[in-house]
């Protein structure tokens, strides 16, 4: 088709911003021009991947706290994020989304508020589910919760149960944004489901990989991973200290990492003739941090992960989707030990697909953990499954997939 101006509207987080860069990095070799709208530090990261980056001008005084006491799955510090962007969104993205003349945009699932620009400029957006997708029903449990699906009506009393306390989480963000619609004359979104694209919710994640949802809504699309590409500079790694032992890939993403944790992580690995490989994922914690860490585990402040993954036995992760995206597209069974967030949400998939096990942060020990990597090692269904699931998601290109449904939005809109 002829070639558009498409921008990006994701959290600034890398979890967000790869996948999210993976696809724009796709329509642009498809011939469209793409704009990341971010804030100004992700502005290396971008330009690297060459794609075009626009600054969004947030300004110098940050919105206060979340507007709510939170008891939930959702960390506070998470909808913290969440508000502050949709803030800081509301305050200097018609502007700039305005100047830049695009056709469509695409707007991560954790922004709430950019639909809303959209809909003030008048041009159509696509929601991206970077996390198992948000659309409450009571078909499916809360996306951050660790509840298996099922079609009782007792399962989908819960399920509503746990989906209105979700709903009523984020109403201080829907009164946020309606707020701002008001001022531009767009009615009043009622429900977080009005929040997302009526015409197109894309997730990374592959069908196989979520719940089961009935009906499914006709404009959610599970298209597979958003590998991304490499951009910026490589990651070193020492290959020759890897000793040929049965590989164990340790990460707790970029932002939650902690020192206790990679202890009995590696304590429990200990008990078998396993090399541990511990990816820091951020400057939290440096090697030096974990020097005497039990059997003396391979720590890097960075590893390429998917090349790790490729040579790894199990991987023992907080649930970060991207993470366990990979490490099932490489055919690896999973540990998974959530923190918050949407982390619970995706254990729970891991477990109800057989990809692996989940083991609750309140319930982590080292025995306990030992018992989980013995039952992943030792049962060669996991590795089967897992493998199944390896050479499904690779039939498929995910990131074709979704440039494809872009393009059919756009397709039924008029050139800007």
Sequence with gaps: MA?????IFCLPGRGHLYPAIALGK???ERGH???VFNRNITRGLVKN???AFCSIQYGTVAPGPYPESLASGIGPNTLNVIYEHSCFVLRGAYEAALNAKVDCLLVDQGDVATGSIADTLRIPFISLAMFP???LGDDTPPFISRWKPGVSPCMRRRNKRGNDIMRRLLLPLLHLVNEWRQSRGLRPILDINEAFSKHAIITQVPDIFDFPRTPKPAHLFYTGPFPP????PAVGFPWDKLNGKPLVYVTLGTVRNSAELFSIIASACSRFELQVVISLGGMQLTPDDLHNLPGSPLVVHFAPQSEVM???????CHGGINTVLGSISSGVPVIVIPITDDQPGVGARVEWTGAGLMLPLRRLSCAR???CIAALLGNPEYRSRTGTMSAAIHRRDGLNEAAEIVERVLSTSPAG
């Design 3 to 7: 070639s558009r101006r498409i921008g």
């Design 26 to 28: 796709r329509l642009k």
């Design 33 to 35: 021009h793409v704009i």
């Design 49 to 51: 991947s060459g794609l």
């Design 133 to 135: 997708p948000v659309y």
């Design 229 to 232: 590409d490499r951009f910026g």
């Design 310 to 316: 490729k040579r790894a036995a199990l991987t023992i």
């Design 369 to 371: 953990l030992e018992q």
